[in-house]
């Protein structure tokens, strides 16, 4: 069991920048693949980014690419999303989820059905 507890959400200018930190509990955090995922209301939950167990692979979602960085520290069972040039449209809560391994292999979640666990979301929104 895996829990994941977000922060640094906040409000913040067009073209300013936050780091969304995500700290997750136990003992194996370098198992999991980690992700980001953002939701606004009436949307469904889209992928932002994520980041293989050991920071070697990373992906990004067309619209943030350039702007969003992912990054771990598995010493510290966290993982992060700094978040440059923000827009207007990047309002949205934003969610920390971990993938487990399976059938032996390593995941790096990218869809929903990836993630296993997820945090609680924290809200960030970016005003014009």
């Known amino acids: 069991q895996v829990q994941l507890v977000e922060s640094g959400g906040g409000l913040v200018q067009t073209g300013g920048s936050l780091r969304l930190s995500c700290a997750a509990s136990?003992?194996?955090?370098?198992?999991?693949?980690m992700g980001w995922f953002r939701q606004t209301p009436g949307k469904e939950r889209e992928f932002v980014a994520a980041i293989s167990g050991s920071s070697s692979t990373t992906y990004y979602a067309d619209s943030v690419k350039g702007r969003f960085t992912i990054s771990r520290d598995n010493a510290k069972n966290t993982v992060y999303l700094q978040m440059n040039s923000l827009k207007p449209e990047d309002t949205a809560v934003y969610y920390c989820?971990?993938?487990?391994?399976?059938?032996?292999?390593?995941?790096?979640?990218?869809?929903?059905?990836?993630?296993?666990?997820w945090g609680q979301g924290t809200q960030v929104t970016v005003s014009s």
């Open positions: 136990g003992r194996t955090f370098s198992t999991y693949g």
């Open positions: 989820a971990a993938a487990q391994m399976r059938g032996g292999w390593y995941v790096t979640p990218r869809k929903l059905v990836d993630c296993d666990y």
